[in-house]
């Protein structure tokens, strides 16, 4: 149950990555992940600078697992797709459960 949910969460974040993740020239690309604790969610963002201009921040989903051992396996997926820099929010003082390092440093 818990892998078919991690491969749909997987899946469509992967997709809209793909969509949002153009490429272009003088640009930043980065994924931001989010910690909400009141709604026990994690929230995943990619955030888009190009040179000189403003940067947006564009939602990819939101997961309603709240386990971070869940989490950490999905963002390592994630990450072996993509080798983009990822920012976590709202983790201080937290660590992943597999690894025992800290999510968050500051």
């Known amino acids: 149950m818990v892998e078919m949910l991690m491969n749909d969460d997987y899946k469509l974040i992967i997709e809209r990555i793909e969509t949002n993740f153009t490429r272009k020239r ?8 989010v910690n909400d604790p009141y709604d026990q969610t994690y929230n995943f963002f990619i955030n888009v600078q190009p040179r000189n201009k403003r940067m947006h921040s564009i939602p990819l989903h939101t997961i ?16 072996q797709k993509y080798q983009l820099t990822i920012v976590y929010d709202g983790f201080i ?6 690894t025992q390092e800290l999510i968050q440093r500051r």
């Open 93 to 98: 003082g937290l660590k992943w459960p597999i």
């Open 64 to 79: 309603t697992t709240y386990d971070l051992s869940y989490l950490e396996k999905l963002v390592g997926q994630i990450a």
């Open 26 to 33: 003088d640009t930043k690309y980065f994924l931001q992940i």
